[in-house]
């Protein structure tokens, strides 16, 4: 059964391109296209998705506010924020918001297809580039000392999560299956007590984990 995703953007070119997209994935069906999120409750519930793609950059509601009104009636649907801009306001306020990832409008079709199954997953994609900024951001906070006593491997893992790495180049570079990849996030998040992978990679930053 494939996973039903809307789309938010005000750009009707890349509504139908992405929409189209995701239909002839065999794995995704676009249930919902909409130009601003002024209905978005109704629209969310009207259209009953697994995942939302929001844009940032729409007249009336931006993509931030409205991903703060989906955490708040939808708190655990997944957003995954597309745009064209890499302003660290806007990152760290989409991240702030609630998104579970955050992505280029540039984003090959194939990345930001395995994109959507790590957010589905509970992962939080983010395009190389957004995670550097991430990354330098929380570089200068100080860290507590805490053990969560993670596994050498469990560290490594974890490094890469905070490089920006998804599921499969993780399991390509540890040389373990994509399905042991996911097992030691899963015991990564029980040992850091997060429930995502954002607030997984933000915990580790602020701690200097890896």
Do not use: W
Request: glycine letters at 6%; aromatic letters at 8%; hydrophobic letters at 40%.
């Amino acid at each position: 059964m494939s996973s039903r995703i809307i789309i938010f953007d005000d750009n009707q070119e890349r509504l139908s391109s992405v929409a189209m997209l995701l239909n002839l994935s065999g794995e995704f069906t676009c249930t919902g296209t909409f130009h601003n999120a002024a209905n978005l409750v109704a629209d969310i519930i009207g259209s009953r998705p697994d995942l939302v793609l929001m844009d940032i950059d729409m007249p009336g509601i931006d993509g931030i506010e409205a991903t703060r009104l989906i955490r708040k009636h939808f708190n655990a649907l997944p957003v995954l924020i597309q745009t064209n801009f890499e302003e660290d306001e806007r990152i760290f306020g989409s991240l702030r918001a609630g998104a579970n990832g955050y992505l280029l409008k540039k984003t090959s079709p194939e990345r930001f297809l395995e994109s959507l199954r790590e957010v589905l997953e509970g992962g939080a994609p983010m395009t190389g580039s957004v995670a550097a900024k991430v990354l330098r951001h929380f570089s200068g906070e100080t860290p507590m000392e805490k053990d969560y006593h993670l596994t050498e491997r469990e560290k490594e893992i974890l490094g890469l999560l905070v490089k920006g790495y998804s599921y499969k180049l993780i399991a390509a570079a540890c040389s373990i299956s994509y399905n042991t990849v996911n097992n030691h996030i899963r015991n990564i998040y029980d040992k850091l007590y997060v429930n995502s992978a954002t607030e997984a990679v933000s915990l580790a930053i602020r701690q200097r984990l890896v």
